[in-house]
């Protein structure tokens, strides 16, 4: 799904209605984006902390993955998540201090599976609609309306708004 | 150009291509989150270094209006910036240690100003091409192909990574 060589087109994909293609696109260059600012890292790295109040690189990697399953819940199914669900995702959705308590421990492989598995989830999901289902409304933040396009650019954009937190904490980790 | 009602549509715009009223739809977003994160920031906020190598949310701001104009001209008049352009914008595109040095001392109505200059000439420049224009490639990184919507799709997606850092480091100004 993840063509190198069009990594820098936002353009038609097999396999998906022109403007779904678009959407994947852009989510595509930005998962490129995460996966480069999280390379080599070990486990101690993806744990640590700038602060008291920082989440950890390895805590916002699942904030992505737990991000981008409830949205597949939420325009997908129209609905929240259930009690299974949210034991499972939970943590990672609201960070803070539960992120710095319960995620923790693990290797890059480790987020990594996570984030391919939801991946490719949303590649089949997406398969299945055209682009008028990106444009379905319905109310969202604030009492305004938003189509399911803005749902899933917000899926997106949030994961590069961490990106950039990532960036700015693995500048910053202890040297070796 | 920003209606606050359909901040969460990607959608059409009017007196836009198509395409092109949806890369302005997220643009816009973009922003106005941006505008949010720094709402009521004062001049010491702006000035404000988390560390040595850390940028100020100012020049992280005025960061955004140079990307966005340098993408203007090379996307518009398919050039580089000029000797007069270089010394406007140069410190804010390169940011490090001259911004640290010489982006300072300015209220937020000095970078909302600069943003909103470039972000009209955007739109007006928007209005004169159709969806094509943004489908047009040319080599860009690495040796690898790009098309236009990419490039600006590019613009919004470093403001959206760097307002990720603004918001870190709004949460760790110093108390007044």
Avoid: C
């Avoid at 996966?35 to 805590?59: F, K, P, W």
């Avoid at 991000?67 to 803070?96: I, K, P």
Wanted: proline share 2%; hydrophobic share 40%.
């Amino acid at each position: 799904m993840m063509d190198s060589d069009r990594i820098y087109l936002i353009a038609d994909m097999p396999g998906y209605a022109p403007q779904v293609g678009r959407l994947l696109s852009m989510m595509n260059y930005a998962r490129h984006t995460t996966l480069e600012a999280v390379q080599h890292l070990n486990r101690q790295q993806l744990d640590y902390l700038l602060d008291a109040r920082s989440n950890s690189i390895g805590a916002l990697l699942l904030h992505f993955a737990a991000v981008e399953y409830a949205y597949q819940v939420s325009t997908f199914e129209d609905r929240g998540l259930n009690e299974e669900e949210l034991a499972e995702w939970g943590t990672a959705l609201d960070l803070g201090d539960a992120g710095r308590e319960r995620i923790n421990g693990h290797d890059l492989d480790y987020y990594l599976g996570k984030l391919e598995a939801v991946r490719n989830r949303t590649y089949d999901l997406f398969r299945s609609v055209d682009d008028r289902w990106l444009y379905e409304q319905e109310e969202f933040w604030y009492g305004k309306q938003a189509n399911r396009y803005f749902m899933w650019f917000h899926v997106f954009e949030d994961e590069i708004n961490h990106r950039g937190q990532i960036r700015l904490i693995r500048s910053r980790l202890p040297k070796e």
